[in-house]
């Protein structure tokens, strides 16, 4: 009890700074969540089209242009592409991204296809996803106007007829996914950056605790004195356990307040418990930390070092599907990256069977085999550190 | 009356130099073991190798008739350790700070709040129960220190150097309080460069220099081993070379030394010196502002086995 009561005077004397650290920490990881896009909605996209037509008689000339226009944002050009002038005309629009694509079609088209000549159709492109997506427009609709004409079809009219009626035919798609993924997604999100922020903050707050804790000579008593050394360095641990089990209460109260149902949801309740381990296990980095650094002044820069750095390693703030094999490679060798990789499981998860959570609570238990990791080496240095 | 610490042939050594040099001494039970010697003489790492705070390269200790590791958590529940720096958190106050180091040996509540009340008033800091350290003085933080040190009545009490820095008032505070230890009962062992304080309340002294003991015995012992029965001090602002050496010349002198405005007259036995000298004062009309008589001290001793002063 005096080893605990001190640890809770400690932290009431320096109350300020610590309500200000966490508050901030826990405060931004709210609203990194909230700033964070992250769309995962398709929506339809229209590429700026231009046309030279040099057919306007032709009725599949005419079909081509009216089927463009309906799909894409369609500018028609009178222009002569042979022409100097009017060839830098249309080089400046694709240049200044006025359009995406430009289709010539050339004189007697319609004619000349209906023959069976092997007709081209001249373009020009951008090169982008808007380019590639107005090019499978023209090929589509040409692939199937040669599918009819390739059928017998020898009238233009009974050909623009039979690609108008089928050119266009959809299925209809359902998602059958019962899953609120924006929701999910940022929940995902606030409880990734919370690998920054627990930790950033258990650090500051532990290695304050315990740089007092750790003073020479104050260190030098404890060691003389008949308190089992284990058992004032558990007494310790669960203190500083104690206080990160508020701070991730905070966490989770805000995530409640953000989030509302989702918290409360098993998704969310996986979430809390793989946070709640995280936590733990950031708890006895920290503890580590503070049992190696006695000097208060050192402490920002490991802040920084440690909790920046492996949360930019490990897909926090990037997702980790982003990041490079080697940063990968490295990632591996830190509990935030199987943290935020369950994370990543936990939000994709449909349904909530043994297959599903398995690979999560693999996650977890690296984390807690890590956390393991650090009390024994806290053990070992604090034990080496005890008789120089 | 039983030896409570055994140290023989102590060896330590920091890289290239020997801290420790083939050290061995006991403490009796019931004494004020002094531990006199300049500043890096060794005392400190001798404390603290006995504490096992340091791990030594050769020779053994026994405390309490048992060797002293780090586990020893039955001999370290007897010992008490006052450190040369204060010791304390700021973060509690006076009384927190006591009953916290008190609570690492006791786990009674009721036993633990009478212990702590009892160190207070042994150190005389009721009136500041509820300061914090950074608003004592220097003499009541020292005080505070010794209170952390001692409040669970240890039977065995390290005391490095509690007093440097301390006002006169503070330091004679601390040595009534650490005379009134050893009369309830405990053992100390003190280590200071201040022989003053030695001479006031050590009952056997050791006098060690580059980690090796060069004598030790009752202060009475020490001081036969200087080789002079009396000093005779005269206070002037000039002193003449010819006179120094006239009363060299005198019977039973064993030196005359002027140095800053003090001339220091030794004598191998004392019968009517101080007589003497103010006489051959008056007689060649020589000037001074103090004349007076002392006995040697334990820097004489020291002066007369190594060649320095204690505080060289």
Known sequence: MTVFKTFLRILNKNKMIIMLYTGILLGFGALNSRTTSQDMNFSDTKPALAIINDDKDGELAKDLVRYLDEHGELTEYDLDLSDSDDSKVVDDALFYRQIHYLVYIPKDFTARFMAGDDVKLTTKSTGDFKAELSKMLVERYMKTANTYKNLDVTDAGELVEKIDKNIDITADATITSKLDTEALELAGVYFNFESYSILACLIYVICIVMSVFNTKKIKDRTNISSMDFKKHNTILLLCNCMYSVVAWAFYFAFGYVLFGKTIISTHGMLFAFNSFLFTICAATIAFFIGSIVSNKDAIGGIVNVVSLGSSFLCGAFVPATWLPDGVLAIAHALPTYYYINANDRIKQMETFDMTSLKPVFIDMGIVMAFALAFVIMTNVVSAKKRRA | ?312
């Open chain 2, 1 to 312: 009356m039983s030896n409570v610490i055994e140290v023989k042939n102590l060896t330590k050594s920091y890289k290239e130099i020997k801290a420790l040099n083939d050290l061995s001494f006991e403490v009796t039970e019931g004494e004020i073991l002094g531990l006199l010697g300049p500043n890096g003489s060794g005392k400190s790492t001798t404390i603290n190798c006995i504490l096992s705070l340091l791990k030594y390269d050769e020779g053994s200790i026994t405390v309490f008739g048992k060797d002293m590791k780090p586990d020893s958590y039955d001999i370290k529940a007897k010992l008490g350790v006052v450190f040369q720096d204060v010791a304390v958190f700021d973060e509690l106050t006076v009384y927190e700070n006591i009953d916290y180091f008190c609570g690492l040996y006791i786990k009674d509540k009721a036993t633990r709040k009478k212990y702590v009340e009892e160190a207070i008033d042994l150190v005389s800091l009721s009136e500041f129960k509820k300061f914090y350290p950074k608003k004592l003085s220097g003499g009541l933080l020292r005080r505070l220190n010794i209170a952390c040190g001692i409040a669970h009545k240890p039977k065995l009490i390290f005391l490095d150097e509690p007093t440097v820095a301390v006002d006169p008032q503070s330091r004679n505070s601390i040595l009534e309080g650490i005379m009134k230890l050893r009369d309830m009962g405990a053992t100390i062992v003190y280590t200071t460069h201040y022989m003053e304080e030695v001479e006031m309340i050590c009952d056997r002294v050791i006098i060690i220099d580059k980690g090796h003991v060069l004598a030790s015995g009752t202060t009475d012992e020490l001081k036969r081993l200087a080789k002079i029965d009396e000093k005779i001090i005269v206070e002037a602002n000039s002193f003449d070379s010819k006179y120094i050496e006239e009363i060299k010349s005198f019977k039973a002198v064993h030196s005359a030394d002027y140095k800053e405005r003090v001339l220091t007259v030794s004598y191998k036995e004392g019968a009517d010196n101080l007589v003497k000298i103010i006489e051959y004062l008056k007689k060649n009309h020589i000037k001074y502002s103090r004349v007076y008589s002392e006995r040697p001290t334990l820097n004489d001793v020291f002066l007369e086995l190594t060649g320095k002063e204690l505080r060289d």
